[in-house]
């Protein structure tokens, strides 16, 4: 048996998942490398400064090796050991580094006690002529040997965080172009049986409109959903060919099956715009309608405004006294916003507690303020249910076309925005888009 068009829509659904799991994972990733790098090179940047400041001790020690002088460099010497011996993150890194400095205490040390033998007045300057030039050379090369690592270190966590995000780019690029491919297959595929499958019943209808009831949908190489569906067409079908009438019953009869054909039509048309709830316009419906008016406006100099209206305390209703009475909330709100809009305006359910209004006649700041207004006093009435009283008040966001939006999505984000900026009180308010939020005086209990 073929497998159902919901199990391919499930596979889809699945594949973008995976593919929104990639990317996140791919973001994280390189946040976490950000992290670790800029982490090291804090830790390389302090010990650079302790460098330089063994550095300039060191100088200065060459220059006057007295005791303040080889005090300092050695706190100094001290402070750098401590530092490449915390930072964990970088110790890998650091090696080579510690042993230098180690090598250059050993040779400040060994110099300061060989000068230390020949005059003992410790506290006296001692000339630069009496150091050793070989121990003073060798200072100088491990000096710019630590500093010249410093610069490795650096260009080495650069490099390494270069490769790790080339591999990674690499690797999650191919990964994404994979699973993409993959969703585009399925996707014409699902297409191409869909279409084939649509087309056979569009067959079947006209053949039944022709009176030619020996004619049968094939039901191979379809979808489960349409092989269910081509058996109940060729049942009845089937019924119809076995049935001796005459002529114009048999016209009376066809065109009894039309009507019904039309009413399933109407009605699957009716049930996919309107919300099962309410029986207002559900999202679809709402999207598509703002689609068509703003196509029809475009160029021109109509205008309309978008209410976009959330229940409050909705939810307290839901948990204090179930979903039975939720429901009752949201369809006694909706028939109060049917019944005092305009006939040419449009009012739905967006979603949960959420609806949408659209008007043709209000477009000023008064009206859209006086309408906001109104909703908000028809939406605040007592609603009762089962002997109790059931109280919410509304958060409301307008938007104005084209002032806020030249598109579906730009006005319904403008709106939504509007709304939650309404929600920040906790009383029923409005707000329209770039004006100061208007608030009811009493607040929501």
């Not at 066809?254 to 049930?271: I, Y």
Request: some cysteine; proline content about 1%; charged content about 20%.
């Amino acid at each position: 048996m073929h497998r159902s068009l919901n199990h391919y829509l499930a596979s889809l659904f699945s594949l973008s998942v995976i593919l929104c799991i990639s990317v996140i994972v791919y973001i994280s990733f390189i946040k976490i490398e950000d992290y670790k790098a800029k982490k090291q090179l804090n830790q390389i940047m302090d010990i650079q400064i302790s460098l330089e400041s063994l550095s300039s001790y060191l100088w200065a020690y060459t220059q006057n090796r007295g005791k303040n002088n080889f005090t300092q460099f050695m706190i100094s010497h001290n402070k750098l050991n401590e530092l490449l011996s915390q930072n964990e993150d970088v110790l890998y890194l650091t090696k080579d580094l510690k042993k230098m400095n180690l090598e250059l205490y050993f040779l400040v040390q060994y110099e300061n006690n060989h000068l230390l033998d020949k005059d003992r007045h410790y506290d006296s300057v001692v000339n630069y002529n009496k150091s050793n030039p070989v121990i003073q050379s060798r200072i100088n090369i491990v000096s710019q040997d630590m500093n010249n690592e410093i610069i490795y270190i650096y260009k080495k966590i650069l490099n390494n965080k270069s490769t790790k995000l080339q591999n990674l780019n690499y690797y999650t690029q191919a990964g994404i172009i994979f699973i993409s491919l993959v969703v585009m297959l399925l996707c014409f595929y699902i297409k191409i049986k869909f279409k084939r499958s649509f087309q056979r019943f569009i067959n079947g209808i006209k053949q039944l409109s022709r009176s030619n009831f020996d004619y049968k949908i094939p039901s191979e190489n379809q979808f489960t959903e349409f092989e269910n569906l081509s058996c109940y067409f060729n049942k009845m079908a089937a019924l119809l060919n076995h049935t001796t009438i005459s002529k114009s019953k048999l016209k009376e009869e066809v065109e009894n099956q039309t009507s019904v054909l039309n009413r399933q039509k109407e009605s699957l048309v009716f049930l996919s715009e309107h919300d099962s709830l309410t029986n207002i316009y559900n999202r679809r419906a709402i999207e598509k309608h703002l689609i068509q008016i703003t196509r029809n406006f475009r160029g021109s100099e109509n205008r309309f405004s978008l209410f976009f209206i959330d229940l409050n305390l909705f939810k307290d209703i839901n948990d204090s006294h179930g979903h039975e009475a939720g429901d009752a909330v949201l369809k006694s709100v909706a028939s109060r916003l049917s019944s005092i809009i305009d006939e040419s305006d449009m009012v739905g359910r967006f979603g949960g507690d959420e609806f949408i209004i659209i008007h043709r006649s209000h477009t000023t700041g008064t009206s859209l303020s006086a309408c906001a207004l109104r909703y908000i006093q028809e939406i605040e009435k007592v609603i009762h249910f089962k002997g109790k009283e059931l109280c919410v008040g509304a958060s409301i966001g307008i938007a104005l076309y084209p002032e806020h939006g030249s598109n579906v999505h730009e006005l319904l984000t403008a709106a939504d925005k509007s709304m939650y900026q309404s929600k920040r009180s906790k009383a029923s308010s409005f707000t329209i888009v770039d004006n100061s939020s208007s608030l009811l005086k009493r607040p929501m209990f």
